[in-house]
């Protein structure tokens, strides 16, 4: 088994031996056994926090380097106009701790995606996004507050304060002491 240990520079000129492609759920682990796109067995023993985009480059103790994918997985895509309708989108999606990856396709037409859920699509079509559900690579914004070596997945396991009262269908109490001076990245 290939053990892939350490994170390099994006920039990094290095020859790729191979690739791994994962799901976003699977790149926010930092131990993990898979299998990499040419068949090659491999483990997973980084840092944790970090989430793995797609691009980065990842080096085996033995000197390989291995390049991350991210997989096509289920998403839905809301198509949203620019400026207002797109802030205002992100605005009451992020108010809801989701993960979101933004961006615009060729033509010009902007987009929110994040994973499959009914009370969220609903609400993208009320603040008049036009909705899609496919598969396509998930690679969601790491957040302002991701300092390079501290982000993390989204977790109220970690204490954190922050009094609002928004309405949210999961069940956790955002009144935690806070034990470190990041914010979360979403």
Known sequence: MLELTKRLDRNTQAEV????????ELRIRGRLKAVTD??????????RGPVLRHGDLLQASSGEVIRICAANEPVATAYIENGLPLARLCYHLGNRHVSLALGA??????WVRFPPDHVLEELAELLGATLSHHEAPFDPESGAYAHAGREHAHSHGHGHAHGHGHG????HSHEHAH???????H
């Open 17 to 24: 031996q191979d690739t791994l492609t994962l799901p976003y």
């Open 38 to 47: 040419n068949g090659r067995d491999v483990g997973l023993f980084l840092d």
């Open 105 to 110: 396709d060729a033509d010009g037409r902007h």
């Open 168 to 171: 949210h269908g999961h069940g």
């Open 179 to 185: 034990d470190d001076d990041h914010h979360h990245a």
